[in-house]
Every structure is written in C-alpha cells, then in structure tokens.
C-alpha cells in the first residue's frame, strides 16, 4: 500500500511519482497475493513492478525476506499472461543475487525456453543463463545448443549473448558450443551474426592463429551484418594477423563500395589506420582513398577527403626520409592528428575489449574531450575530388593532350544490379573537346577472373568513341578500372545530348575459389550493361553570382537569345523550377529556387560555365494556368553555349 499524503505533498511535486512513499514491509506483504488462485496477472504485475523500484532504489531486502518472496512468486509461471511472464524474467534476475535457492525456476525457465511461444524463449534464455552457476551449466548445456542455431534470431541472439557472459565463470564449458557458433555466424539475420563473430573472438582471443585463421576464413566469404563487419575491420586493425594484407585490404574496401550504410563509413576509417600502421601498404590505401573520395555519400566522401590529406603527409615524409623506423622525425602534429582521428569517435563502442556483451550495438558516445574533425565545406570536398581525378586520368598515356579537366559527375552511374555477377559504376570527366568515361568494375564471381575488361560504347548522336583503356585483370572481389574516350560532336556541336549503349566485353578464366590459382586459357564473353545518358548538365558547372544583374549587364547581349518553350506534363510551378534546375545543371541565383505560395508566375534566375570557360546566364520566366508556359533567354560571353542551352531545353 502507499503512505497517505496531503495537498501540501501534492504542492510540493511529492505526489507525481506514485512509488515515492512505498513501504518495504508492505509490498511484501502484498506479494503474499502471488499464492491466491486464481492469479490476478495486472495486479501481480503491479505488486512485481514495486519490488523492483524498491530494488533499484537501493533498499536492501534481506535473505529471509527475498527468498519467501521468491518462491511466492514461481506460483506466477501457472499464468499464461505476456506482462506478467515477463515482469517475472526481470524480478528473477534482479533477485538472483539476493535470495537463495533460486535455482528452483531452472525448470520452469527450461520450460518456457524449449516451448512453443517465442516471445518467452529469449527471455528465458538470457534469466536461466544468469541465475545458473559453473556447476549447473551442463544440466542446460543441450538446451543452449539447440538456441544458439535457433531459426528464431530472437532466440539465437540470446543465447550467444548471454554464452559471451558465460565465458567469465565457464570458459570450459562455453569453448564447446563454437561448431554452434560457426552455424550461427552464416545466419541471414544481421544481430545473429554479429553476435556469433562476438563470441567466436572471445573464446579464440588467446590463440593468434585461430584468430587469423577466422580472419580469413570471413574476409574471403563476406559478412552480410554491418555490425559484425566492423568487428572483423577492428580485429583486421589490431595487427598483422594474415600473411596476405593486400586481401585485408581488399575486404575492407569492397565495404566501402558494397556494404550496408552503416559500415561504409567505418570501413574508410579502418582502411586509414591500417595504412598508417603498415607504411609498406600505404601506396595501395592511397589509390583506394583516392576512389572513395569519388563516392556519392557525403560522410564516406569527407573522411575520405581527410584521411588522404593526413596520409599523404605521412607518405611525402616517408619519400623524404623523414620518418625512420616508424617515428616521425619531423613534420609536427602529424602523427597526433593520425592517431586522433584514424579511428573516429563514433566507432569506440565497438572496442574488441567489450566486444558484444549487449543484445544490441552501444549507442555512439562523444564527451568534450574527445576530438571532432572540422567539418568540410562541399566546394573543398569537390575541388580535392577533381584534382584526384585530373591526377588520375593525366597518368593514363591515352589521355595525354587533352587539357585540364572541366567537370567530373558528382555522383558514380550505376550501370548494373547490386546483386548482379559484375557490378560496374561509371563517372563521366567533361573536358573541352572529348569526354572520358571511367568504369569502376567488380567481379563477384569467385570462381572466375577477368581479363583485358572494357565497356564498349555505341552512341545515338554523333560523338565519337576514340579508344578504349581496358582494366587489365579484375580477380574476385578485387575493384578495377577501365576507361572509354569520345570525342564531342563537330558537325553538330550543339548536339550535346545522348544516349550510350553499353556492352562490357572481357577473357574469362576459371579459377579454383580455395586456392586462387587461374586456369591458363581463357573465352571471350561479354554482359549488358544498362545505357548511360550524357546531358546538357554534364557540360556546364555551376556558379554562384552574388549580383545577378550586374553579371547579366557585364555579359552583354551580343549573344542573347530567347524562345518560349510549354511544359505540357508538368502542373505546378515548383515542379517546374525543380526540373529546369536539374536538367540544366545551373546555379540558380538570388533564392529563385523558391517559388512563393499562391502565385501563377515566378522567375527563375541560372548561372553556369559552359566547357570552355565561358559564362552562361539564363533567365526563365515561368507562368501557370493549364499547364506551365516558359520563356528562357539566355546570355554567354559566345554563341555555342546560347544554342545549346535553347536546343537542350527544345
């Protein structure tokens, strides 16, 4: 019962927590209703949720006490009511260590473990698990083997959680479920899977090459749970545990380019460490921080975008001498900014230490002293991106000549499935008479490599395709490039506009999965892929002007022209601005973007520079009744990039 209290306890906020004035005498003398037949389920839950408060209130029941209300309450399992069944798994373990002989609920808990309803099975795993000591674990040994490999991740997740907290006082023991452990790992279901790879390291953590050997047994597999990824990224940090980093490596940056989203980010965070802690690897994480700076998430993109510039700090010191076995010589804050930020705050909860003893990830934690990167500004992230790519591409002899890069796409083409056999993305590189498309290309198939790989390309419009740099060999899993060079119409040069077909065409040679070793004769064959389309955007960058009517009077109207244009699919003016925005791949100016509420007519104000480096402005008047009326005038500093803004739009 609760303590009577007056208006004055009410005033005073007293009254709003309705446990506040609880009586341990009298809630256990309640608990004696545990014993009526028949079983009250929500007041039994009530009288349950008290003992509980008195409990983690720090109210101390004695041995006496806490027992008979125990055993009072293992009458409770004769209802078959869902609250109260699990208020029951919560007050057994709190009092596990309070009252004696609780090991009487063994077999009512073996009970609800083993039966048919799974809403208690889990729960019963992780209360018997707690309130059984080393000597009683063989009793239930059967039973937690058969929940590990349980077909209910619920239920399997329990079990593997609560067998990591077995460890401490049963290693023995637990070290006998790993066959179990090893089917659980191969689980669909992401939390199962994390929680095998969990307890698979801790009970082989003392034998390095058991470690390695589980290393490499999932990296060469693949892991479909983010979770258990990162714990493979961090074992893989830890030290040199395969006589193959080049395929550690390779395992984390196929996480970049194929994981779930969850792990991509931290798979550009292990693939930095493991590069500033293996100098002789450094060259290959370099290109490969190269290609993640290319990507279209905004997260993997910027810490890729930092740990480059820190790296390749580490690497001009190493090419200038001035790091000597592993030390930095020179070069100040270097290695402190290495070992700050390799591995990002965010990513700690998953420290092999502590490695999962929760049936979920712990949340991310930052506290004031730990350090933040700056966050980089869009334009830094896309002007590092183009200098990565004009480096890039001016190391490719077939590309010599063909002067400074104008304009990469700012997010890879996905010209495949995911799911697919061969996953290919493509980045189209505009410069002023010719375009290059770059492929990144994998192979999934591991029991097969590719060889001299290209994408032939047929075009609708009159572009010419000059050549093509093939990707030399694409082994399993392992990225690749190859490239295609066009050059941009000449009869037609306001037909910019076109559609590519493209086919990837390559040698095929079987090779055996285990051993990697390659058959010597190989057959051609070839893969569809989807057609790639070039657009007017791809020609143009955007560009901010402050004052749009001075840069429009600066231009002048010697080339200015201008058609109106009826936009028949299209029903609302913010639609319209969206679509126009896109399609030409213009800065809109002056927050023209934004379309006042309740007005049939808006003005639309661009500002672009056409390859070449030639301005380009566009105003675009735009009128709503049936359907959406547009009238476009445009200015350039030359007459191509009028033409072709009006034959685009046309």
Not at 23 to 28: G, R, T
Request: with cysteine; hydrophobic share 35%.
């Amino acid at each position: 019962m609760l303590k009577k209290f007056d208006k004055k306890d009410e005033e005073s906020g007293g009254g709003s927590n309705p446990f506040q004035h609880l009586e341990k005498s009298a809630v256990l003398q309640e608990a004696r209703v545990f014993n009526e037949t028949p079983i009250n389920p929500r007041k039994c839950a009530h009288i349950l949720t008290k003992i509980l408060y008195l409990i983690n209130q720090g109210e101390h029941l004695g041995t006496t006490e806490a027992t008979e209300a125990f055993f009072a309450m293992t009458k409770l399992f004769q209802s078959n009511d869902p609250t109260l069944r699990r208020m029951c798994y919560l007050t057994i373990k709190e009092m596990s260590c309070i009252a004696e002989d609780v090991i009487i609920v063994t077999s009512s808990l073996t009970k609800d473990m083993t039966g048919k309803e799974d809403n208690y099975r889990g729960p019963a795993v992780r209360t018997l698990c707690q309130i059984t000591d080393s000597t009683m674990l063989q009793a239930i040994e059967r039973y937690m083997k058969q929940a590990i490999v349980d077909k209910v991740p619920s239920v399997s997740s329990s079990a593997l959680v609560s067998s990591l907290h077995l460890l401490k006082c049963s290693f023995d023991v637990v070290k006998r479920w790993v066959n179990e452990a090893q089917e659980a790992a191969s689980s669909d279901n992401i939390m199962v899977q994390y929680h095998a790879l969990g307890l698979l390291y801790h009970v082989r953590k003392n034998d390095r090459l058991a470690v390695n050997k589980m290393i490499s047994k999932f990296t060469r597999y693949g892991l479909k749970s983010p979770f258990a990824t990162r714990i493979l990224h961090l074992l893989g940090q830890e030290g040199p545990k395969t006589n193959n980093p080049s395929k550690y490596i390779r395992f984390i940056y196929n996480r970049v380019v194929l994981e779930h989203e969850e792990v991509r980010a931290g798979a550009v965070s292990a693939l930095a460490k493991f590069g500033a802690q293996n100098e002789e690897m450094l060259p290959s994480i370099l290109v490969l921080l190269k290609r993640c700076v290319m990507d279209d998430d905004n997260e993997v993109r910027d810490r890729a975008t930092f740990y480059l510039n820190v790296l390749e700090q580490k690497q001009k010191a190493l090419n200038a001498g001035y790091i000597l076995n592993g030390l930095t010589v020179s070069i100040p804050g270097l290695e402190r900014a290495l070992q700050q930020y390799t591995l990002e705050p965010s990513e700690k909860p998953f420290d092999l230490k502590s490695v999962p003893l929760a049936t979920t990830p712990m949340a991310e934690q930052r506290t004031e002293s730990t350090p933040i990167p700056a966050t980089k500004q869009p334009e830094k992230v896309a002007t590092t991106r183009q200098e990565i790519f004009q480096e890039q591409l001016a190391a490719v002899p077939e590309f010599h000549g063909l002067g400074p890069l104008f304009k990469s796409s700012p997010e890879p083409v996905a010209l495949t499935e995911s799911e697919t056999e061969y996953v290919i993305h493509c980045t189209k590189h505009t410069f002023t008479d010719h375009m290059v498309f770059q492929f990144d290309c994998t192979n999934t198939l591991n029991d097969q490599t590719l060889e001299h790989v290209t994408v032939q390309m047929d075009p609708t419009e009159a572009y010419e395709v000059l050549c093509y740099v093939p990707a030399q060999s694409l082994p399993y899993n392992q990225p690749g490039t190859c490239y295609t060079l066009v050059a941009l119409p000449k009869e037609d040069p306001t037909a910019v506009s076109c559609t590519f077909s493209c086919i990837m065409k390559f040698t095929v040679k079987d090779c055996d999965p285990t051993t990697g070793e390659t058959d010597d004769e190989g057959y051609e064959d070839e893969y569809v892929l989807e057609d790639l389309e070039v657009t007017i955007a791809d020609h143009i960058q955007k560009v901010m002007k402050l004052n749009f009517e001075a840069a429009w009077d600066e231009v002048g109207e010697e080339f200015e022209k201008e058609e109106t244009f009826t936009l028949s699919t299209i029903k609302t003016l913010e639609e319209a601005v969206g679509n126009i925005v896109k399609f030409l791949g213009m800065h809109p100016c002056e927050r023209s973007d934004k379309v006042p509420d309740n007005k049939n007519t808006h003005m639309l104000l661009l500002a672009g520079v056409f390859r070449g480096g030639h301005d380009i402005l566009v105003r675009s008047r735009l009128l709503l009744l049936d359907t959406v009326t547009m009238q476009v005038t445009a200015r350039s500093s030359e007459e191509l990039p009028v033409d072709i803004i009006l034959a685009s739009v046309g």
